[in-house]
């Protein structure tokens, strides 16, 4: 079976500061990793996804994730918040088995940024 | 441009009543998903659909209908039967790879019963 926890429902970081979002994930076989974004009221985003390549993946809005298969992790990361960045943020985890519901996204993380 | 459109972006439900909600997508996917989603929940499974003519329950399917009488058409009757429907709801589809590519998503309808 497989799930994302993700640590922390609400995060808030001062403008400019660092940005750490953090997710850890439980597979059986090796993880495709996704994260995405959400604004009130609108639909999901995808920011970025972990498919087996390179271990550190760079996404849109300055945002980028590292996993480390060793810590089960693939936490999100952003040197400088900016204000637009306040948002819902979803892990979602996957594997290479093509079938309709293998993909388990977590409960969410609500970003604020404090001007 | 492709995408996944949802409507409409708000509906209000009387007590009693079925809805229907629409997810037209044109990114010629084969797959598509409901989710509904609430405070501090994340997003829950409702229904999903590999092909046309054919769908399963996700986890929370009672209450909920669907057809797919087209690739590019996956609507959502919530029914009389689901007693707390209040909720946002989210239409996604996807290629079969989903494992690889992951969802589209389109930008979600708003439930409210009164």
């Known amino acids: 079976a497989q799930s994302v926890t993700q640590l922390g429902s609400h995060v808030s970081v001062s403008e400019g500061a660092l940005v750490l979002l953090r997710c850890n994930y439980s597979s059986s076989v090796p993880p495709y990793l996704f994260w995405y974004v959400q604004y009130p009221n609108q639909g999901l985003q995808l920011l970025l996804k972990?498919?087996?390549?390179?271990?550190l993946v760079k996404g849109i809005n300055g945002f980028e994730a590292e996993f480390k298969k060793s810590e089960t992790s693939f936490h999100l990361t952003k040197p400088s918040a900016h204000m637009s960045d306040a948002a819902e943020y979803f892990c979602a985890v996957s594997d290479h088995r093509n079938t309709g519901n293998q993909f388990y996204f977590g409960t969410g993380t609500s970003l604020t940024v404090i001007p | 441009d492709g995408g996944i459109t949802q409507s409409p972006k708000y509906l209000f439900r009387k007590e009693g009543q079925n809805v229907t909600l629409s997810c037209e997508q044109n990114?010629?996917?084969?797959?598509m998903y409901w989710y509904r989603q609430d405070p501090g929940q994340g997003l829950r499974l409702i229904y999903y659909s590999q092909i046309v003519n054919d769908f399963q329950k996700g986890d929370i399917a009672e209450g909920y209908s669907v057809s797919r009488e087209k690739k590019e058409s996956f609507p959502l009757t919530v029914t009389s039967a689901q007693k707390n429907p209040t909720a946002f709801y989210l239409c996604?589809?996807?290629?079969?790879?989903?494992?690889?590519?992951?969802?589209?998503f389109g930008s979600g309808t708003r439930l409210t019963v009164v």
């Open positions: 996604a589809s996807s290629s079969l790879q989903v494992s690889i590519y992951g969802y589209t």
């Open positions: 972990y498919t087996s390549a390179a271990t």
């Open positions: 990114l010629n996917h084969d797959a």
